[in-house]
């Protein structure tokens, strides 16, 4: 148990074993790798991902019951994917007893509510059987997104094959390989606003977490949280899906992910503490005017 990192039962170094997993998953591969082996061993019969959207990098939830559509899915779309819209949809019009999430660490908040609040969800909330939950520092307003590639990316939206923030940068790829880096001080102004105020970094609530932090390029850093987190990994691993590997000396390794989520959260428990006393977080509940 970490104050900034939540309860967690392990933490490896992984990747998927997959070579047809890993060519355009955005990290080690492990949400995919997890829902498709999850799949085929019966754990879950579906799985609500962000699939691609209308427009490049704007997500779609999309609800994958095959694996070729879990592949569809692979990569990380820096916008707001509302993934918990379909959990109803999933059960009722596409049937499904065992569902698989993933979500940023929100999301899984909101996973785990409905759990406990099944308010118009009747039914449903039984029915979560692996909720995955990716790190997540910040997200950006569709708009926001395709306007910081616009401005500072010298491309289009449509020209880009990759983004990836890391490192301090937001760097987006094309065909040709790293086309632009924006640092993060840049991209701060287009991010979505109720970001400042978030306290989860590593998705503390999920199965499992994942994230590129604390893991060399082309490996994740999962932490298994729940007992369904830590049989579904250990049994993938089994498997063979997924290559796991102790966390002992691994660099940055986890410290750094604490450091993150300590930063992320001390600043927003900050700006949170602002708000209050701008009266802007506590608005009276009845209209100053009866
Ligand atoms: P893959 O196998 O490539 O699969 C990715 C899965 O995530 C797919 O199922 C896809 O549908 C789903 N997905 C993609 N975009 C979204 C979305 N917007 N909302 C919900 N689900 C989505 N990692 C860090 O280590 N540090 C960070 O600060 C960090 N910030 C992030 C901010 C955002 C907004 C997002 C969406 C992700 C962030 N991540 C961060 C997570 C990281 O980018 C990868 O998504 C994660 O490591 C999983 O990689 P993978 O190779 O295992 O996943
Ligand atoms: Fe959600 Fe927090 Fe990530 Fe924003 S920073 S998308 S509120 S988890």
Request: proline share 5%; charged share 25%; aromatic share 8%.
């Amino acid at each position: 148990m970490s104050e900034y990192l939540g309860e967690y039962k392990a933490v490896y170094k992984a990747k998927s074993a997959c070579g047809d997993i890993l060519g355009k998953a955005q990290d080690g591969g492990i949400v995919t790798s997890m829902f498709a082996y999850a799949l085929e061993a019966g754990i879950i019969d579906g799985a609500i991902v962000a699939g691609p959207g209308a427009e490049p990098y704007k997500p779609e939830p999309m609800i994958a019951t095959t694996i070729e559509e879990l592949l569809a899915a692979r990569g990380t779309k820096y916008s707001i994917s509302p993934n918990m819209s379909l959990i109803k949809e999933a059960t009722r019009s596409y049937g499904l007893d065992k569902i698989g999430i993933v979500g940023t660490p929100c999301q899984i908040q909101a996973v785990r509510k409905a759990q406990l609040y099944p308010i118009g969800l009747r039914d449903v909330p039984d029915k979560i059987a692996l909720a995955i939950g990716i790190f997540c520092m910040e997200n950006f307003p569709y708009q926001g997104l395709y306007q910081m590639v616009e401005d500072h990316c010298a491309t289009k939206i449509d020209n880009v094959t990759k983004m990836d923030i890391g490192k301090g940068k937001f760097t987006v790829y094309t065909e040709r390989g790293a086309h632009a880096e924006i640092p993060l001080k840049v991209t701060h102004k287009y991010e979505q606003p109720a970001c400042h105020v978030c306290l989860d970094y590593v998705a503390n609530m999920a199965d499992i977490s994942t994230g590129s932090v604390g893991t060399p390029d082309g490996w994740s850093t999962v932490m298994v949280r729940s007992k369904a987190g830590e049989a579904a990994f250990q049994k993938a691993v089994d498997a063979g899906w997924i290559v796991a590997e102790s966390m002992d000396g691994v660099k940055p390794g986890l410290e750094l992910v604490e450091k993150l989520a300590k930063t992320k959260i001390d600043n927003n428990r900050a700006y949170l503490e602002h708000r209050k006393h701008e009266g802007t977080l506590l608005k009276p509940l009845r209209s100053p005017y009866i």
